[in-house]
């Protein structure tokens, strides 16, 4: 019985040790950015390129999710509420689930694919081929110059693609609206003046920029934290995108209770 449960506790134990010894690399990691960010004449002249990378860039696919996900809120809305709810309440649930829910969040973990992979990918490349050791060498901060500007620019551009993706959503469930739920533009916009606050986008922005400074936090950890060839590069890509998506979710249930109170 002994040896049975042996390994089981083994195994507990090494994983807590390792959860550990993780979150103090990444504390490790969060005070040397933060330290980056006095050294503006480094990342300074870098800000501008990485929030066109990290942000324009990630339009497309963003707007994208946002356009099919308003066109399936109102169809779900339209089926929901038949014969019970007055159809125009169709403007009320997609503005709120898209401003206040699926926009930050799907929009994140979109992103958390895109702009994580690609963080960790690039990072972890210079780090095994040892571009990183060059910057150093050349009396560069690699920090500042590397994980500071892609920090700050995700940061700065999700919630402006946030923004956009709530549009975009809305736009997408009242043109469904009109055309497929015989909805007219009037009741659809009576539904999302109805119980709409300020405060909902000012929440949806607050929870876009935290999901922006996690991803791009974990995909420049990860990055730095790369050892070996390219099969560590590829470990370091995964683990960005595993771990920013689950940070993602759980600063959701985070934001989620705090907005109850």
Known sequence: MDQAWSAPVAWVGRSAIDTAASF?????????????????????????????????????????????????????????????????????????????????????LALAGRVGANIAAEIGTMKVTEQVDALETLAYDPYAYLAVPRVLAGVVMFPVIVVFANAIGIVGGWLTSISLLQLSTPEFVRGLQLFFKPFDVEFSLVKAATFGLIVTSVGCFEGFRTTGGAEAVGRSTTRSVVIGSMAILALDAFWAAALLR
Do not use: H, N
């Open 24 to 108: 103090g690399r990444f504390g490790s990691f969060a005070v040397r950015v933060g330290r980056g960010v006095r050294d503006v004449d480094t990342w300074g002249g870098l800000l501008a390129a990485q929030m066109t990378r990290l942000g324009v860039a990630s339009l497309p696919i963003a707007l994208f999710i946002a356009a099919f996900t308003g066109i399936v809120l109102a169809l779900q809305a339209s089926y929901t509420f038949t014969g019970a709810v007055p159809l125009y309440f169709v403007g009320v649930l997609v503005q709120k689930t898209m401003i206040l829910e699926l926009g930050p969040v799907l929009t994140g």
